[in-house]
Nanobody
Framework: QVQLVESGGGLVQAGGSLRLSCAASGSIFSINVMGWYRQAPGKQREMVAHIQSGGSTNYLDSVKGRFTISRDNAKNTVYLQMNSLKPEDTAVYYC???????????????WGQGTQVTVSS
């Protein structure tokens, strides 16, 4: 069974920084994409950042230049460094992974439980 466990959310003032971490554990054979999504109250979930196993990244336009995604393949862990935070970044942030379990023959989406990020003005 695979689990994605996030940490690092919290309350921060506008202009501040937070670093989110997400570790994938369980019977994992390979991880293709890891990333972060967020969902604010009353809004749809949106992709914040993705990183491929080879290191290529893509970002939501509104976070480019402020957020940086990285991953440690040896630890099956993805990070999101968030700088210059704005009140509009307030949301529940969800970790995402597209991975292959050892017992399966296809890649599947997995999600973390979510961590709250609140940015005060």
């Amino acid at each position: 069974q695979v689990q994605l466990v996030e940490s690092g959310g919290g309350l921060v003032q506008a202009g501040g920084s937070l670093r989110l971490s997400c570790a994938a554990s369980g019977s994992i054979f390979s991880i293709n994409v890891m990333g972060w999504y967020r969902q604010a109250p009353g809004k749809q979930r949106e992709m914040v950042a993705h990183i491929q196993s080879g290191g290529s990244t893509n970002y939501l336009d509104s976070v480019k230049g402020r957020f940086t995604i990285s991953r440690d393949n040896a630890k099956n862990t993805v990070y999101l460094q968030m700088n210059s935070l704005k009140p509009e970044d307030t949301a529940v942030y969800y970790c995402y992974a597209l991975l292959l379990e050892r017992s399966k023959s296809y890649f599947k989406d997995y999600w973390g439980q979510g961590t709250q990020v609140t940015v005060s003005s």
